[in-house]
């Protein structure tokens, strides 16, 4: 059980789109001024 949720697909659920927000951020600070 990870933080009261018993489905593992949930939590796999919300570990994903955290993971993917915080790429985004890293992307977007990464690719900010480029010259492309």
Do not use: E, K
């Not at 570990?15 to 010259?35: E, K, M, P, Q």
Request: hydrophobic residues 55%; charged residues 10%.
């Amino acid at each position: 059980m990870f933080l009261g949720i018993v489905d593992p697909l949930v939590w796999s659920a919300y570990l994903l789109s955290i993971f993917a927000a915080v790429w985004c951020i890293y992307y977007g600070i990464r690719h900010w001024n480029d010259d492309s």
